[in-house]
């Protein structure tokens, strides 16, 4: 499946961005969906995480700040970002596969001033 990311952007601290993730065709039957990131000298490394059943997962840098839902309908899912901090800025990956991340986006770039 193809994949495409969007809404990444200039944000001060303690802002807010969402990002949208739209894939190529329905994502009914596709069990995981999430978000990687990766900084400037750094590892890519998972940020959220969704499965069809709607079980989440999410690192422990961003719990209580970002939130991964999805909507079947609309083949999309989203990255709601809030309380953003400069160590935030990366490119943020979306992803899909059966059991993990198989298919990627090509990225879209989130950068939170100081």
């Known amino acids: 499946v193809q994949l495409q990311a969007c809404g990444g952007g200039l944000v001060q601290a303690g802002g807010s961005l969402r990002l949208s993730c739209t894939a190529s065709r329905s994502i009914f039957g596709t069990n995981y969906m999430g978000w990687h990131r990766q900084a400037p000298g750094k590892e890519r490394e998972l940020v959220a995480s969704i499965t069809i059943g709607g079980s989440t997962n999410y690192a422990d840098f961003v719990k209580g700040r970002f939130t991964i839902s999805r909507d079947n309908a609309k083949s999309t899912i989203y990255l709601q970002m809030n309380s953003l901090e400069p160590e935030d800025t990366a490119v943020y990956y979306c992803?899909?596969?059966?059991?993990?991340?198989?298919?990627w986006g090509k990225g879209t770039q989130v950068t939170v001033s100081s």
């Open positions: 992803n899909a596969g059966a059991r993990g991340p198989r298919d």
